[in-house]
């Protein structure tokens, strides 16, 4: 069961902008974002920007996913913008025994390793997403312990970004995608998608943890259901997908496997903004 809880609150700055707080036009609002995911590996979502007196200014990796509720040793995963380099973070505990998102590696599409990148220093944008593991998703009955996104509502009503294209015929590239928002969204009926080319596909996880492939054939989004007869054996049939939904608080994989120009396309309108 996926339950987002979204709280919004004014104020004229937040503690992180003290400085500031005279060059604030009005109030900002900010938002908590409540998710609970059984898997132990989800997607999250960017749906704010950085407490910032900017318009829509890229959130630190530090201030997305709130330390509360999760465990020492949970891990945050980012690609980077050119998408050839995986940034990881893991959750650690100082001296004061607060606990910060500490950078352990930066693993290269080469499979070289560079020196971690500090996770107040690295930034996402928002509508696209990372990645957070968790060794305890669940408590000792089986129920989704939540977690919590944190951030600035933008200033912007429509968000519009490309997905990463392969450089070549069957060499998939891989972009990760959330809406920027903090309801669940229907891509087929919101018609956020354009310019997906023939073989591209849409990996959605559910917060149980299991994982449906959608895949553009031309025409119409189709995946592949499976289904077990009376003798015991088990046919797969292509079904045309009605509707594909994206979770508040949680993102998909967008696979493209050729380099189509235009790139394709993600778009949001009428987001929440402040």
């Known amino acids: 069961m996926n339950k987002c809880a979204f709280l919004v609150a004014s104020a004229v700055v937040c503690a992180s902008m003290s400085a500031v707080a005279e060059t604030v036009q009005g109030g900002n609002v900010f938002g908590i974002l409540a998710v609970e995911s059984k898997s132990a590996d989800t997607i ?24 509360a509720n999760l465990t020492v040793g949970d891990e945050l995963y980012a690609l980077n913008d050119s998408r050839e380099k995986v ?22 599409q080469s499979g070289s390793v560079d020196d971690p990148v500090p996770a107040e220093q690295s930034h996402a944008f928002r509508g696209s997403a990372i990645i957070l593991h968790r060794q305890n998703p669940t408590d000792g009955t089986g129920n989704p312990i939540p977690f919590y996104l ?5 200033s912007v009503e429509a968000v519009t970004y490309e997905a990463f294209v392969s450089p070549g015929e069957g060499v998939p590239a891989y972009t990760l995608v959330s809406p920027p928002n903090d309801t669940d969204v229907d891509i087929i009926a919101g018609g956020v998608i354009a310019n997906s080319a023939s073989g591209d596909s849409l990996v959605v996880r559910n917060l149980s943890g299991i994982s449906r492939t959608y895949t553009y054939d ?3 989004w189709v995946y592949y259901k499976a289904t077990k007869g009376s003798d015991g054996k088990v046919t797969v049939a292509e079904q045309t997908a009605d509707s594909i939904t994206i979770k508040c608080g949680t993102g998909a994989w967008y696979v493209s496997r050729t380099a189509s120009d235009p790139a394709p396309t993600f778009g949001w309108s009428n987001v929440p903004s402040k």
Do not use: F
């Open 44 to 67: 999250v979502a960017v749906p704010w920007c950085e407490c910032s007196a900017g318009d829509d200014q890229p959130i630190a990796i530090s201030n997305i996913v709130k330390t």
């Open 87 to 108: 940034n990881k973070w893991e959750l650690s505990v100082g001296d004061d025994n607060v606990k910060y998102w500490k950078g352990i590696r930066v693993v290269v």
């Open 150 to 154: 944190y951030g600035q509502v933008g």
């Open 218 to 220: 031309g025409s119409k």
